[in-house]
């Protein structure tokens, strides 16, 4: 499926919409009243698309049922010290078990589109060779839920959880890992196809790359090969890609990556330089090479020991869309100790801040919008935006998150002037459906549209998540 090639104008979106608080026309019985919030979305667009992400690591647990095998993220959470808590996806959400439950709470608040991802140890224990049907069963009911809920369902293929099999053999150092991931993607494309046409093939490549490989600071957990695993990730992107298209009629495409502006910590020219590095890797080492069929000219040389001839052709296959995932502005210090140039600096410390400790730029993503259109001329999605806050269920059993609320209203707008000055965004997915495993914080930060009890998975959507589900009402099409 090719997307319409039409860059969106003002005049192909209907005028001023206000959003109210009133839960009357949502369409759940039970929703309490979300008080005095006004949401002005001024326009609409015809066939844009609202969602949810999550992925299978943070969510399904189930982590030892039905023959999956183990991923690198359920050896790294083993390792003492390494994730807040010591908490690890072993149980998550259960949604491995209550995904009915879950896409019927995604019916009932409208949303349109679900992002998730297949654990590639669930369908593929060994990571290649033998299948186990009962882990495929398990994204056949997924599927077939959210398709009978009307919600168009989005996978991603790679969302972090590389088969600990594979790692065994070198994981992403390994060259042979472009035929493994083709062999997955082949495996999924052949048994899921006839009824998802989107599409994803990474999520967010350079940040599992960076820290995973990088600084070592997630799974797998051990600094060595950086360079090598982002030229071998491309190259299994390509594959992905041509696999895919070649089983998949009307297929939809895209990579997943974060977009953040890079900025320096202090204004020194040391500083300046650690930035620009920094925007290269994390911005453009994936996406450049991708769609541009180069990397960024600092990574160029370092680059060209793991390259074989034909290789940029490989890896730069033709795409329909470019998925965006925003979230704060990132800040970059010189440090001539570190074997980059640069290590993750502060923000500022007047900047308004989310639980995790990120600043609060909705404007950056309308930046970024328009950078990435400018430099990749594709259809964009915002495949992730949203904030962690301390949610806390209070004594009438709602999670008032009003931080949320202002959070993502303020970034839709940006979106929506992004769009207007001519980006062409043709859907928002927040992140995330429900509160989750969130990789070395554990379960101790909160992301979700849903509130998540634990200790009894009890699901209880916030008012963010009523919030969302008036956007969706009053412009969806
Ligand atoms: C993104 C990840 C996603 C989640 C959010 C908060 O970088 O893709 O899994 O952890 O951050």
Aim: glycine residues 8%; charged residues 20%; proline residues 6%.
């Amino acid at each position: 499926m090719t997307e319409a090639p039409a860059v969106p104008r003002p005049a192909q979106w209907c005028s001023s919409m206000a959003v109210t608080s009133s839960n009357s026309a949502v369409g759940i019985s039970s929703l309490p009243e979300q008080q005095g919030q006004q949401v002005v979305f001024r326009h609409r667009r015809h066939g844009f698309i609202w969602g949810v992400s999550t992925s299978s690591y943070q969510i399904e647990g189930a982590a030892h049922e039905d023959g999956r095998g183990e991923s690198v993220w359920d050896v790294y959470c083993r390792q003492p010290g390494t994730v807040a808590n010591g908490d690890t996806g072993d149980v998550a959400c259960d949604h491995y078990h209550r995904y009915g439950q879950d896409v019927a709470l995604m019916r009932d608040l409208g949303i349109q589109a679900y992002r998730f991802s297949v654990a590639w140890p669930r369908v593929l224990p060994q990571g290649v060779g033998a299948i186990n049907e009962a882990g495929l069963a398990f994204y056949d009911r997924l599927i077939d839920s959210l398709l009978a809920a009307n919600i168009e369902p989005w996978l991603c293929l790679f969302h972090w959880d590389l088969p600990q099999a594979l790692e065994n053999r070198g994981g992403w150092a390994n060259r042979d890992s472009a035929g493994w991931f083709a062999e997955y993607s082949a495996l999924v494309a052949r048994r899921y196809g006839d009824r998802v046409k989107r599409f994803a093939t990474f999520n967010e490549p350079s940040i599992f790359a960076l820290f995973g490989y990088g600084f070592g600071s997630s799974a797998p957990g051990v600094p060595r090969d950086y360079l090598k695993v982002i030229h071998h990730v491309n190259l299994a992107h390509g594959a992905a890609v041509d696999t895919l298209r070649a089983l998949v009629p009307a297929i939809s495409i895209g990579g997943i990556h974060n977009r953040q502006p890079c900025l320096p910590e202090h204004d020194t020219p040391e500083d300046q330089a650690a930035a620009q590095l920094l925007d290269d890797y994390w911005n453009r080492s994936f996406p450049d090479p991708q769609h541009l069929g180069s990397y960024p000219p600092s990574l160029a040389q370092a680059m060209e020991p793991f390259q074989q001839n034909g290789d940029l052709a490989r890896i730069c296959r033709p795409m329909d869309w470019f998925g965006l995932n925003y979230y704060s502005p990132v800040y970059a210090r010189a440090d001539t100790g570190s074997s980059f140039g640069f290590a993750l600096g502060d923000a500022p410390a007047d900047l308004p801040r989310t639980a995790m400790g990120w600043p609060i730029q909705p404007q950056a993503l309308r930046d970024e919008l328009l950078k990435a259109r400018q430099r990749y001329r594709l259809p964009i999605y915002v495949t992730e935006n949203g904030i962690a806050t301390d949610d806390k269920l209070n004594a009438a059993g709602r999670v008032q998150d009003q931080q949320r609320i202002d959070y993502l209203q303020a970034h839709t707008l940006a979106m929506h002037e992004a769009m207007t000055a001519g980006a062409d965004v043709r859907g928002y997915f927040v992140w995330s459906l429900l509160d989750n495993f969130e990789w070395t914080w554990g379960y101790s930060k909160r992301f979700g549209l849903v509130y998540v009890d634990y200790p009894t998975q009890r699901r209880i959507p916030k008012a963010s998540a009523y919030w969302y589900s008036k956007l969706i009402l009053a412009t969806r099409n």
